[in-house]
């Protein structure tokens, strides 16, 4: 068989309509009521809440603002958490447990909300996601919780049988699945221009390619040393998930950055996306190393994402390789098809796996989102807000307690990883063969 050919680009498909870039250099201030570093959704969203409640406050980011994962990652608006029901409640109670449940669905109707009333022009639209099942005793599982979600948050959720499954997606590859009609898609690097747009119109000051080289805590407050110049600062918050670099180590310690990478096809017939893609929902499927998909906000292609265990500047063929090879797998129809862009982004991981706000030495941090930002970096980030204003019943959310536990012998290089995947994959491979037995 001829060797697929890898993609045309490598920089995102979501750039071609909303390039991320510099912002004009501007003064900076002496002193601030609260520095925020990074400008990803959640600084900017903390920012936008401060900026508008009369606060003088600055955003420094190392790149362009939205460079990293905001304007990198799928668009999905999944709101969803690593760690399942039981786990959460073993971990940390049942009333935990409960109230993170809830608040998924509070922070979802939130984001769509914001949209709405901030007018962001953002492709946003509530189209629902299909999850597949690998075998049967999973799709029992799904449809168990498909259940519980509609009894317990009156989420409109419910099971697909596989009898029925090709009216939600265009493959025999899963064994049925569930919907939930709470998630949707978006355009994520035009969500973030809009979120800049509103901030910026609201004062807040963003500083690109200005990292944040040391916080250091005086009688004031914070000196916070940029490559611009040092600004005095009442409150800081961190915001910079996983880009977070040496100016942060005690959150470097805590944070494993992982790539996430997505492929994108060439544009496909109008007949084929009708095909694969009949109800244009956004994808998931029930493997720990399982890919989520979804079609591009004007229904003409298929983005297809996963984990990528390269490091530094390795060669992107085998990883996207491993993507196109998943993709014709649930779709064996696109074996020929050609790709149009390969590109990766920085999702933070970290050994609780719960978004979280948490105060160290007076910083007050916003991060940890596990590759859900999109829902979980616009709340948690507004939530960061009213926690530094001190209000305290805005602020209110179940992710605000201690910080997550360190990673013994971590500085920061996820050495580790591709052993790490290497399990889950083999994981998928003994629960891929029960499946099919």
């Known amino acids: 068989m001829q060797q697929p050919k890898v993609a045309d680009k490598n920089t995102p498909y979501w750039w071609e309509a909303a390039p991320v870039k510099p912002l004009p250099p501007q003064p900076l201030a002496k002193t601030l009521d609260v520095a925020i570093v990074g400008a990803g959704y959640a600084g900017l969203s903390a920012g936008l809440v401060l900026a508008r409640e009369g606060r003088s406050v600055a955003a420094f980011d190392a790149m362009n603002p939205g460079e990293g994962a905001s304007t990198r990652n799928g668009g999905i608006t999944s709101g969803s958490i690593r760690l399942d029901y039981a786990t959460i409640t073993r971990r940390f109670g049942e009333e935990k447990a409960m109230a993170i449940e809830a608040e998924g669905k509070i922070a979802r109707e939130f984001l769509c909300d914001f949209i709405s009333t901030e007018k962001l022009d953002c492709d946003f639209k509530l189209v629902g996601l299909f999850k597949g099942a690998l075998g049967y005793e999973q799709y029992e599982k799904m449809a168990r919780g498909a259940e519980a979600l509609a009894k317990k948050l009156a989420v409109e959720s419910y099971a697909v049988p596989y009898a029925k499954q090709r009216n939600y997606v265009g493959t025999d590859f899963y064994r049925g699945g569930m919907v939930r009609m709470d998630i949707g898609g978006l355009h994520p690097a035009k969500f973030h221009a809009e979120l800049l747009r509103v901030a910026l119109a609201s004062g807040l000051a963003v500083h690109s390619n200005t990292p944040v080289t040391s916080i250091e805590r005086d009688s004031s407050g914070f000196r916070v040393a940029t490559s611009a110049g040092t600004v005095q600062a009442r409150q800081v918050l961190v ?190 491979k003994i629960a891929w063969w029960r499946a099919r037995r």
């Open 239 to 428: 915001c910079t998930n996983g880009y977070t670099d040496g100016a942060s180590p005690f959150l470097r310690r805590r944070l494993v950055p992982v790539r996430s990478r997505i492929i994108a096809t060439e544009e496909l017939a109008p007949e084929v996306m009708t095909r694969l893609m009949p109800k244009l929902m956004m994808m998931g499927e029930g493997r720990e190393l399982g890919f989520y998909y979804r079609p591009s906000p004007d229904g003409r292609r298929i983005l297809l994402g996963g984990r990528d265990s390269s490091r530094g500047n390795s060669d992107p063929t085998a990883p996207t390789l491993r993507l196109r090879n998943g993709l014709v797998e649930i779709f064996p129809e696109l074996e020929k098809v050609r790709l149009s862009h390969s590109w990766f982004g920085n999702v933070a991981m970290h050994r609780d796996m719960l978004p979280r706000i948490f105060e160290k030495d007076g910083v007050v941090y916003a991060t940890g989102f596990c590759g859900s930002g999109v829902v979980w970096a616009p709340w948690v980030g507004t939530r960061a807000a009213y926690k530094l204003m001190g209000r305290t019943q805005d602020a209110g959310t179940a992710f605000d307690f201690r910080p997550p536990a360190s990673i013994p012998f971590y500085r920061g290089d996820p050495w580790f990883l591709p052993a790490i995947i290497k399990g889950y994959a083999l994981q998928d």
